[in-house]
């Protein structure tokens, strides 16, 4: 970055500065970074491009669980490019929980052995419907206090590509009161009452698409609709899943786009707000006021008006454009992209993950970059609600951090508060530009921690990085908060062939790359979060 000192040189002196500052002193970390050390604390994990999971001194990891391995006594197996997870404690036991991930996409090379340039067979189709979608596992802590996988629990539970999953209305969506799986689960959200939600983001490519207005379909890039002729429209909404019985339902009132995530509060009245983003160039941001408290079936959408502070109503009956275009609101919901145009909502650089500050109504997206609008390093936005209500319909948005050399980090993906209010932040610069051009200087992948408070506030610290190709996503805390889980998503997925691997993590060796969850833990976690 902006230093030249070597990595190497660079790294031993923040390594002996961690060091020291942990043995002597449990007491703050920060204000030792403060008094005098603060350009080696921003340097804690160098940026690099090596194909291991590196964590600054004080915090280590163990793999959780990994692509293929099984998780209950039928022999279903942990899907592909594990994304968002959610940690939902069983009651009564305190050492056992259910971890929930989803499964976004395959690299199908490593799943069926599909190579880009011809058609699929079913056979490949298959196995890459089963290898999407999320999973359920029943995680457990050994006699160590590590938290590993019960193979045989009855809460192992797989929803895939092909799984049955219901409208939450009983609405039909082109004669069909359900979907057949689901696709492209990226980010989510946990609702108040402790179910799931997992959002499915790049839909078109699986099924394709019906651009507004046309009714020619637009082909998906993977063409699943070739042996599986699924309606494009039953795909990209927000789907709630039940942690402890797997019973999951798609919900339209959210609408339909690329969904990265489903952020929910309880607002004053009791009822749940969502936000969520859609991450597309240029596309926009969204807040869903469900009707009743404890349901998201029904409820009001609104998108946001950036330029203007306002939150504008999706609601055909309040707006004649959109009562002229639409027939019924699910025709409007369908094409919630188009909607929010017809209204004037304001063109982003690409919404990613969404966090509200803890004791606030400020609401934190990450914009993850625009490149063909010359936004290559993204930023953080920050929406705060009027009077700190999150019913109010104004807001005042200004950048809270903004992507480069300067601050040390490009590309802003999945965020998480711990229990301090400090935010966590991982990038996902894509595998293909990893290390080169622009993205030269960050490096592969990282995980930051960005103090809220004190003389570090707002300042992005490095504190690991990913391996080759990976991103690191769904930071989750457990609640005590001493360990947070992560995905590392699709290392090696730049191999060229089984021969040209790019990545062997985590196993090593000659082995192929598998996409895993890492639990991570150490005195600098606690350290962090005192
Ligand atoms: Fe699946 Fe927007 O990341
Ligand atoms: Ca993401
Ligand atoms: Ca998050
Ligand atoms: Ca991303």
């Known amino acids: 970055m902006s230093d030249q000192t070597t990595p190497d040189v660079s790294r031993r002196r923040f390594v002996q500065f961690m060091g020291g500052a942990l043995a002597i002193s449990q007491t703050g970390l920060?204000?030792?970074?403060?008094?005098?050390?603060?350009?080696?604390?921003?340097?804690?994990?160098?940026?690099?491009?090596?194909?291991?999971?590196?964590?600054?001194?004080?915090?280590?990891?163990?793999?959780?669980?990994?692509?293929?391995?099984k998780i209950n006594l039928k022999g279903d197996t942990f899907g592909f490019n594990n994304d968002y997870l959610a940690f939902t404690p069983i009651p009564g036991k305190e050492n056992e929980a259910i971890l929930w991930a989803n499964h976004e996409y395959t690299s199908p090379m490593f799943v069926n052995g599909y190579m880009s340039g011809g058609k699929r067979t079913k056979a490949q189709i298959d196995s890459e419907r089963y290898s999407v979608g999320g999973a359920l596992v029943k995680i457990q802590k050994d006699c160590c206090g590590k938290w590993v996988v019960d193979s045989e629990s009855e809460y192992g539970r797989r929803i895939t590509g092909a799984t049955p999953i219901p409208f939450s209305n009983g609405e039909k969506i082109k004669g069909k009161t359900e979907a057949i799986g689901m696709v492209a689960n990226c980010a989510g959200g946990v609702t108040p009452w402790g179910t799931i939600l997992?959002?499915?983001?790049?839909?078109?490519?699986?099924?394709?698409?019906?651009?507004y207005g046309s009714k020619k379909r637009v082909h998906s890039r993977i063409g699943w609709e070739r042996f599986y002729d699924e309606h494009p429209y039953r795909y990209g909404w927000v789907v709630e899943v039940d942690p402890f019985t797997g019973a999951a339902k798609k919900h339209t009132g959210i609408g339909r786009y690329a969904h990265e995530c489903a952020t929910c509060v309880e607002a004053k009245d009791g009822r749940t707000v969502v936000y969520s983003g859609d991450d597309t160039d240029n596309e926009h941001i969204y807040k869903f006021i469900s009707k009743k408290k404890g349901d998201l079936?029904?409820?009001?959408?609104?998108?946001?008006?950036?330029?203007?502070?306002?939150?504008?109503?999706?609601?055909?009956?309040?707006?004649?454009?959109?009562?002229?275009?639409?027939?019924?609101?699910?025709?409007?919901?369908?094409?919630?992209?188009?909607?929010?145009?017809?209204?004037?909502?304001?063109?982003?650089?690409?919404?990613?993950?969404?966090?509200?500050?803890?004791?606030?109504?400020?609401?934190?997206?990450?914009?993850?970059?625009?490149?063909?609008?010359?936004?290559?390093?993204?930023?953080?936005?920050?929406?705060?609600?009027?009077?700190?209500?999150?019913?109010?319909?104004?807001?005042?948005?200004?950048?809270?951090?903004?992507?480069?050399?300067?601050?040390?980090?490009?590309?802003?993906?999945?965020?998480?508060?711990?229990?301090?209010?400090?935010?966590?932040?991982?990038?996902?610069?894509?595998?293909?530009?990893?290390?080169?051009?622009?993205?030269?200087?960050?490096?592969?992948?990282?995980?930051?921690y960005i103090p809220m408070k004190g003389p570090n506030a707002g300042t992005a610290f490095r504190v690991g990085t990913a391996p080759n190709d990976a991103e690191f996503t769904g930071i989750c805390f457990t609640p005590d908060y001493k360990t947070m889980f992560l995905s590392v998503q699709h290392p090696g997925e730049e191999s060229k062939s089984l021969k040209e691997l790019t990545s062997h993590w985590p196993e090593g060796g000659d082995s192929i790359p598998r996409p895993s969850v890492i639990q991570i833990y150490g005195p600098l976690l606690d350290e962090l979060m005192s």
């Open 198 to 211: 997992t959002c499915e983001e790049n839909y078109d490519g699986f099924y394709g698409e019906y651009p």
């Open 297 to 448: 079936s029904e409820g009001e959408l609104f998108v946001a008006d950036i330029k203007n502070g306002k939150w504008i109503s999706l609601d055909r009956n309040k707006n004649e454009k959109l009562k002229k275009a639409f027939k019924t609101q699910l025709d409007l919901l369908i094409e919630t992209r188009t909607a929010a145009k017809m209204v004037g909502a304001t063109p982003c650089d690409r919404p990613e993950d969404i966090e509200i500050q803890p004791g606030t109504a400020n609401v934190f997206v990450a914009l993850t970059n625009n490149k063909k609008k010359g936004n290559f390093h993204g930023s953080i936005l920050k929406i705060a609600e009027k009077n700190g209500d999150f019913l109010s319909m104004e807001f005042d948005a200004s950048d809270f951090v903004v992507g480069g050399e300067k601050s040390g980090f490009s590309c802003p993906d999945n965020l998480a508060f711990d229990k301090n209010g400090n935010l966590w932040m991982v990038t996902d610069i894509s595998g293909s530009t990893i290390g080169k051009g622009k993205y030269e200087k960050f490096g592969n992948n990282a995980l930051f």
């Open 30 to 69: 920060l204000s030792s970074c403060a008094t005098g050390s603060q350009y080696k604390v921003k340097k804690i994990v160098m940026p690099k491009m090596t194909d291991e999971v590196e964590l600054s001194y004080g915090l280590t990891y163990d793999v959780v669980v990994k692509w293929g391995d």
